[in-house]
Nanobody, 123 residues
């Protein structure tokens, strides 16, 4: 079993960077695929990015391609989402998720979730 805790959220100006972290408990994190999702007020949770357990393959949603980078350090049991050139539309609660056998874009495929961290981008 994996427990996830996000951190690094906050207020950032448009155009600025922010890095989110997802700390995982449990030695098996290194074999779990990881995803980042976000949910803005009044909207459904949406996929942002995912990475395989080895870090060898990534997927991004089109609105963040070229601006966000997902990565992980299995030695530290931590995943990251580096965000740059941020826009007000990026404002949302960001969640990390993990799955032993799914790395796609549907949130229902992930069985483990963090509590979320708020990201607010001011214009």
């Amino acid at each position: 079993q994996v427990q996830l805790v996000e951190s690094g959220g906050g207020l950032v100006q448009a155009g600025g960077p922010l890095r989110l972290s997802c700390a995982a408990s449990g030695r098996t994190f290194r074999v779990y695929n990881m995803g980042w999702f976000r949910q803005a007020p009044g909207k459904e949770r949406e996929f942002v990015a995912s990475i395989t357990w080895s870090g060898g393959a990534t997927i991004y949603t089109d609105p963040v391609k070229g601006r966000f980078t997902i990565s992980r350090d299995n030695a530290k049991n931590t995943g990251y989402l580096q965000m740059s050139s941020m826009k007000p539309d990026d404002t949302a609660v960001y969640y990390c998720a993990a799955s032993p056998d799914y790395r796609g874009t549907y949130y229902t495929g992930y069985g483990y979730w963090g509590q979320g961290t708020q990201v607010t981008v001011s214009s």
